[in-house]
């Protein structure tokens, strides 16, 4: 059973704080679902599924550590000619690896959900602290 879980439905998207705990993606993937063919954006579904799927998995395991007590902050809007989505957690951060992740050596093994956001996204980007990763993607 999923924990907290609070949505507010905004014009153009859809706010949620919710616990960190990994029943609460497949939750927001549904709701990522709706909302993009309520913007008429049902083509961008896989997509963008695909990179909530993987920042979210990264902000319960890692920057929450699992703990259902931390709070995730999860955004999606539509805005203008594109759709941003932005994913916090109240952990401690990472040092992002400059622009892309590295395509070999040891750090592969952990790094492929930051190569499927580069794939997917136009933009990825991470605050100072490493624990917000902003996506955006062009309609």
Request: charged fraction near 25%.
């Given at each position: 059973m999923s924990g907290r879980y609070n949505k507010t439905k905004m014009n153009s998207g859809v706010h949620i704080a919710m616990s960190a705990q990994l029943d609460n993606i497949d939750r927001t993937c549904h709701d990522v679902d709706i909302c993009l063919r309520e913007l008429q954006l049902p083509d961008l579904s896989f997509d963008?599924?695909?990179?909530v799927r993987e920042a979210l998995?990264?902000?319960?395991?890692h920057g929450s550590q699992n703990d259902p007590s931390k709070q995730i902050i999860f955004q999606i809007n539509k805005q203008e000619n594109k759709v941003v989505i932005m994913v916090k957690d109240e952990g401690c951060g990472f040092v992002p690896f400059g622009t892309k992740p590295p395509k070999e050596g040891p750090l592969l093994c952990c790094?492929?959900?930051l190569n499927i956001?580069?794939?997917?996204?136009?933009?990825?980007?991470f605050n100072e602290r490493g624990n917000e990763v902003v996506l955006v993607k062009g309609i």
């Amino acid at each position: 059973m999923s924990g907290r879980y609070n949505k507010t439905k905004m014009n153009s998207g859809v706010h949620i704080a919710m616990s960190a705990q990994l029943d609460n993606i497949d939750r927001t993937c549904h709701d990522v679902d709706i909302c993009l063919r309520e913007l008429q954006l049902p083509d961008l579904s896989f997509d963008i599924q695909l990179g909530v799927r993987e920042a979210l998995t990264n902000a319960v395991k890692h920057g929450s550590q699992n703990d259902p007590s931390k709070q995730i902050i999860f955004q999606i809007n539509k805005q203008e000619n594109k759709v941003v989505i932005m994913v916090k957690d109240e952990g401690c951060g990472f040092v992002p690896f400059g622009t892309k992740p590295p395509k070999e050596g040891p750090l592969l093994c952990c790094g492929r959900g930051l190569n499927i956001m580069h794939h997917y996204f136009d933009k990825v980007t991470f605050n100072e602290r490493g624990n917000e990763v902003v996506l955006v993607k062009g309609i």
